[in-house]
């Protein structure tokens, strides 16, 4: 099974300082961010995998495959739980 | 009244359309492109079947999005509503003869929430802040809610000799590199607490009555219809010293965006408005205001804290 994770198409960002402002428009919710969750956010335009999204962050931060793993599940897992991110599975 | 009225009016009852144009007039909004108020009087308005949740304002219920994806506004007051389809940038309006007797809430309700959907089009996007000029020449921006105490700052920075526009209905535009604070010509209205505290007497009747209107000159200070902000201030009543405390741009962009909730409607327009925002918390030095009564003494305390 493969899942595959998307910024949800009424999102809207902006970024500011490196950090960056996020806004539903469904919910008219809007999120703080820091740099990180910020590229994980741009990334997802796309649909990635976890695993792709990890690459994403040991690419530009000094971090163990490890450590990148247990921050992007967590990102994902906030994301999921925010309505922030669509889920599909491309199994 | 003025014949060419920066936003255009057509109504074939010739009354109300002179009306409308000396509002718009009045305002002294002049949009970078044409915009229009298509206005029709009509007998009665059918029941909407727009499936959108609404989004509320004072009297006012607001449609956007999909899967429509026009502008509907309705006043709740009376009869009357607007429609503004993707990309245009006229509105139709329809009114009631029974609406029109109540001009006052029309325009502060209805018609300025209309106003505000179409400025958007010429890429003004609405915040809830007053601005100012101060004597060294310096442009603020004071963003916040109802209860911030805006206007009666406002107010007060205009015994002092500041230049101030807007006390609450404010527009942002991209101006070259930077963002331009566009100021809707108004009186500032002071709610008897603000009115009490600045020692003033007369102005007019504003809200029905509830609050007292002053246009910056009556105070002893100048409008400034246009300010590019380079302080921006976020203010509330709080303490019993005034203060300014330094907030981060981040934190100050999560301020405006949480008072300016428009920004959140109509899809192909909210990164623009977004992106200003942003722009201007990157603008700008940011700070938390803490308004005490300190401020109502003899001394200009803002000047003092940010010499």
Known sequence: MTVRYARHPDLRLTA??????????????????SESGLDLLQALAQPRTH?????????????????????????????RRSGMLTVEDAT | MTASP??????????????????????????PVPLALDVHIVENLPADDDPREPFLQPLVEIRSGAPLDDVRIRWRAGEARATIAPGARTALVELTRDALRDRDRLTQTFLTATLVFLLRRAGWHHVHAAVARDPRGRDWLFAGD???GKSTTAALLATRGWAVGSDDLTFLAQNGNGVTALAQRSPIA?????????????????????????????????WA?????????????EGSLTRLEPVRPREALAELVRWSAWVALEPALA??????????????????LFLGPDLFGGRDVLMELMP
């Open chain 2, 190 to 222: 002071l709610r008897p607490g603000g009115y009490a505290l600045l020692g003033l007497a007369g102005g007019a009747a504003a809200r029905g009555g509830r609050k007292s209107a002053f246009f910056p000159e009556e105070l002893g200070g100048s």
């Open chain 1, 51 to 79: 695993q792709e999204l990890v690459a994403v962050l040991t690419a530009k931060y000094d971090v163990s495959a490890e450590q990148a793993s247990a921050a992007a599940r967590d990102f994902l897992e906030h994301g």
């Open chain 2, 6 to 31: 920066p936003v255009g009016v057509a109504c074939r009852d010739a009354e109300v359309a002179s009306w409308l144009a000396d509002w718009l007039s009045g305002m002294r909004l002049e949009p």
């Open chain 1, 16 to 33: 500011l300082d490196s950090e960056g402002i996020v806004l539903h428009l469904g919910t008219r919710r809007y999120y703080s961010v």
């Open chain 2, 146 to 148: 109802a209860e911030s």
């Open chain 2, 271 to 288: 990164q623009e408005h977004l992106d200003l925002l942003a722009a201007l918390a990157r603008q700008a030095r940011c700070y938390r």
């Open chain 2, 225 to 237: 219809g246009q300010v590019t902000p380079q302080i921006l201030a976020l203010p509330r009543v």
